[in-house]
């Protein structure tokens, strides 16, 4: 029998570490959106890590949308924080998300087909209002996830399939998760909107094809995430 207690000790990755200090000095220096950190070899030279663990922290950082890497520009604050998630539950998240985006594609192209088909003038308005939500919300400077969550309820709700619909409800905790990881990358939201508009706009007129390709071409862009790209182990030995 082996006793969890005494299983071996790690300690954390020094990108991890890199991360703490460096929501401390935004923190300290009240840094908020739209300020920029210092330069990685200046952060890298100040801290005494390699410019590889810096890296890495900045790449944690952009995989949670709170920072924007600009070419050739820095790397600027999106948010008035950089509080981030326990790596853990990245690393958890970044597992199943694949599986996630492949059951929703399956399922939302088919429903999308179906919701040309028997769309009701009930289930158009409940599209059109969670859109409209989407769009105050992104004015506002927020993602515009909750309107983009109504827009899906509802389109579920247009395909009047009673199987498909508890299969959505099965899958919602990671269909959130899977839609907050999409908003969070930059200029995403806008782009969404767009999406939504093109799907609202083949299910009102009827078309089944355009409405299912307009939903693959839009679920497709929700695996277009910094997370799939991140590879946690991506760390040289520091060198000082």
């Given at each position: 029998?082996?006793?969890?207690?005494?299983?071996?000790?790690?300690?954390?990755?020094?990108?991890?570490?890199?991360?703490?200090?460096?929501?401390?000095y935004?923190?300290?220096?009240?840094l908020?959106?739209?300020?920029?950190?210092?330069a990685?070899?200046?952060?890298?030279?100040?801290?005494?890590?390699?410019?590889?663990s810096?890296?890495?922290?900045?790449?944690?950082?952009?995989?949670?949308?709170?920072?924007?890497?600009?070419?050739?520009?820095?790397?600027?604050?999106?948010?008035?924080?950089?509080?981030?998630e326990?790596?853990?539950?990245?690393?958890?998240?970044?597992?199943?998300?694949?599986?996630v985006?492949?059951?929703?594609?399956?399922?939302?192209?088919?429903?999308?087909?179906?919701?040309?088909?028997?769309?009701?003038?009930?289930?158009?308005?409940?599209?059109?209002?969670?859109?409209?939500l989407?769009?105050?919300?992104?004015?506002?400077?927020?993602?515009?996830?909750?309107?983009?969550?109504?827009?899906?309820?509802?389109?579920?709700?247009?395909?009047?399939?009673?199987?498909?619909?508890?299969f959505?409800?099965?899958?919602?905790?990671?269909?959130?998760?899977?839609?907050?990881?999409?908003?969070?990358?930059p200029?995403r939201?806008?782009?969404?909107?767009?999406?939504h508009?093109?799907?609202?706009?083949?299910?009102?007129?009827?078309?089944?094809?355009?409405?299912?390709?307009?939903m693959?071409?839009?679920v497709?862009?929700?695996?277009?995430?910094?997370?799939?790209?991140?590879?946690?182990?991506?760390?040289?030995?520091?060198?000082?």
């Open positions: 029998m082996t006793d969890d207690a005494l299983r071996p000790m790690t300690r954390p990755r020094l990108y991890q570490q890199v991360l703490d200090r460096l929501r401390t935004a923190a300290d220096h009240g908020g959106a739209g300020d920029r950190l210092p990685e070899r200046d952060l890298a030279q100040r801290l005494g890590v390699s410019r590889a810096v890296k890495q922290a900045v790449v944690v950082l952009e995989v949670q949308g709170l920072v924007e890497t600009r070419h050739g520009g820095g790397t600027y604050l999106t948010r008035d924080t950089l509080d981030v326990p790596v853990e539950r990245l690393m958890e998240r970044r597992r199943r998300l694949p599986d985006l492949d059951a929703r594609e399956a399922l939302e192209t088919k429903l999308a087909e179906l919701a040309a088909e028997r769309r009701t003038k009930a289930d158009l308005t409940a599209m059109r209002d969670a859109l409209l989407m769009e105050r919300d992104i004015a506002a400077g927020g993602y515009g996830d909750e309107g983009d969550r109504l827009f899906h309820a509802a389109l579920t709700e247009a395909g009047h399939s009673a199987l498909l619909a508890e959505m409800r099965a899958l919602s905790g990671q269909i959130a998760e899977s839609r907050q990881e999409s908003l969070r990358q200029g939201p806008r782009s969404s909107l767009g999406q508009a093109r799907i609202l706009d083949a299910v009102d007129r009827g078309d089944a094809e355009a409405a299912a390709d307009a693959r071409r839009h497709r862009t929700v695996a277009e995430v910094r997370l799939l790209e991140w590879n946690p182990e991506d760390e040289e030995p520091d060198r000082d």
